[in-house]
């Protein structure tokens, strides 16, 4: 998967947990041939896979590894690259492009307030991205999204350091997970029912005689909702008069603001799709 038409060179991500996280600073810079630089407290595992991982292994890793009272990172250089890893790697940010957001650039920094008290050694995540595209490369920095594909993005990049097997927790494709339409006389609303596969179907303001849809019929809610061209930009909030809430497996969740004729046409839908139901199907239910 490519980067906005683009190829991924070279990614450089630097961490802390702050002050209240001894030891949390982790760094690694990569491409697609070889982990370039990492550094890490070798005292400090970052994944239960890590803590349970044979010393053995972890020693033909690292000798340094669990060392205790170290005062100082370990910083290794020129690991080979393992293939499956970057490949996952490119896949993970291909997905996640939409979310990646560039750092500006300030024109001038402004004093902070005298009276503002800040603890030494505050928490950071730093992204930077090194892309090809026709021949030429370009090194931007970005804010580091959230959610649960970037928490793989996480254990794929550390996995190149330390491959003790973890779980990279890959999600594949994005899929759309819940719904919440909201107007002035209407809302509809479908949300998974915990783990027994079906859906709540929850409706305010229409008349409606169900409560719960199966998964099938989701499915065919979901297919309908990919289809659409829902606007990109913009998030709507409770004041909107129309908005459209949808939640997806990535655990990312995203609000915007949507017209009277978009509104209807989903209300449309979700009437003639889930309540005009065969007779024979709603029994079963």
Sequence with gaps: MTLDNSRLKRIRYESSGGSMCFHSEFEIEADAAEVIRTAYWSDVSYSLSEDRAEPGVLEAIDSTFRTSEKDEMTVREHIPMNTALWD???????????QLRPVEKRSELTAPDPDMFVLDGGDYQRLYLTRERDGTEQTVQYYPPSGNRWYSVIEIL???VRPVGRDLCRIGETLITELYLKAPEYSYQITPAGNSGGYYY????????????????????????????IPAAGSGSGGERYSLRLKYNDGISREVKIDKGLAEEIRGFLKDSIQAIAPALRSRL
């Design 158 to 160: 550390r996995e190149m």
């Design 88 to 98: 996952a790697l490119c896949e993970e940010l291909g997905y996640l492009w939409e």
């Design 202 to 229: 929850f409706v305010h303001g229409d008349s409606s005689d169900r409560s719960s849809i199966t998964r099938e019929q989701w499915l065919t809610v979901r297919d309908y909702l990919s289809g659409l061209d």
